[in-house]
Structure formats: C-alpha cells, structure tokens
C-alpha cells in the first residue's frame, strides 16, 4: 500500500491505459496497457522506432487526445473523468508545450507569442502577463529580442523563445517533442544546455527524441515499442556544457 506522501509525489500517474484509433473496420491499438508514474522534478526521455507510439502517448500526456480506457491522474486531477473544456483548461494551466516545429505565430513579436497561452487564463491580470512574459524570456536569455518577429531570428533562438512560451505559465511539467530535430548541432546543443538549467531549478520535462545524446541528458529514459513500455531504467547523465 501507498503511503499519501509518497502519492503526492507523482505528478503524473498512468495505468493500465490503452489507445486504439478506429478506421473504416480496422482497430490499430497505438497504446497497450501503459504504466507510467513521473515524480515532480524528474527529467524523462522517451525513446524508441518511428511509429512507435511515443508521439501518442506524449499527446496523453498532454491532453491533446483521451485514452481508450485507463486512468490518468495529472497534479491531482483524474484527466479521464474531464469534458474537453475542463481538459484545456487544466493543459493550459498545468503543461507547457515544445515542438519540434517551434510552432510561433509569424505576424506576432516573441513578447506577444510568449504571452498567448498566458492570455487564455482569466485569473491573470494584464500586468501580471507582462511580468511573466518577462522573466520567461530573461530565464531563456532572450529579453533582448522581445519586440522581433520570428522570422528575424535564428532557429535557435525561435526554439528558446518556444521554451520561453513554455515555461511563461510556470507549468507542472513541460513535454518536449523532438525540441532539437530541426536544429544544427550548435543550436541543438544550446537548446539541450536549456533544458539541464531548468531542471536544475526544479522544473519536471518529460522529452520525445530519437538522438541518443539528448536522451542521455535525462535522468530516466523508457523505451516504447509497438505501443508498450519495454524498459525504465536511470540514465547515466551527460553533464551539461555550455556553448
């Protein structure tokens, strides 16, 4: 039996849960009885083949998509009993997402494309925004661009104004897709250095990748394969080098 505290340290807590997508007359089971406990704090990779399942399963995670059948309980909130509403509202105030995309509004400064999840959020004043908006950006070394547009900057630096946008709402937990696979080496090396600094200030990631060495940088990496967890095990970090 679990003892309450140690339940409360899990911030996220999948059983038993299963994802089946249904076309025409065929059932392809993209998820099988997945297990899956993530403590507050930790930094977990997730890796394994394309088509895997990690994408959906981060989308899960994410509350992007429902479970067929399982349980999720995500900082205390039991996911599979919300309407979609209630979902999005829990997402936005508790997730923060990275793509591999970077995913900003072109026609939108990097302030303003920071401070968009932040607008959807009715208990935020307008000045408590701005003041968020800022340390986010001062907390991914990007203050000084915060009037330019997207398309004046380089990847990596679209990709620290995402995980700006990301970490602006001081989320739960932040999941990462793929955040280096359409970076060179350099961006991606100082995108990942990014990463290692948030969570060393405490911040939960939890990261899709197929590079072995961004893996690596997580404190614990699960393997999926054809929809299952294969393995769990604690990674032997790479130590963090500036760039």
Partial sequence: MQHKNEANDFLIDLS???KVFFTDDIETHALVDIN???KKGEYLSITGPSGCGKSTLLSLLGLLDTATSGSYTLAGHDIMGLDRDERARIRNKEIGFVFQAFNLISDMSVAENVELPLTYRDDLSKQQRK???EAALVNVDMQHRANHFPSQ???GQQQRVAVA????GKPSIILADEPTGN?????AQSVMVLLDQLHALGTTICMVTHDPSSAARASR???VFDGKIVADQATQKTPAVAV
């Fill in 131 to 133: 003041e968020m908006v």
């Fill in 16 to 18: 038993a849960v299963k």
């Fill in 153 to 155: 900057l380089s990847g």
């Fill in 183 to 187: 970076l060179d080496s350099k961006n």
């Fill in 165 to 168: 946008r990301a970490i602006s």
């Fill in 36 to 38: 899956l406990k993530i």
């Fill in 221 to 223: 990496t699960i393997e």
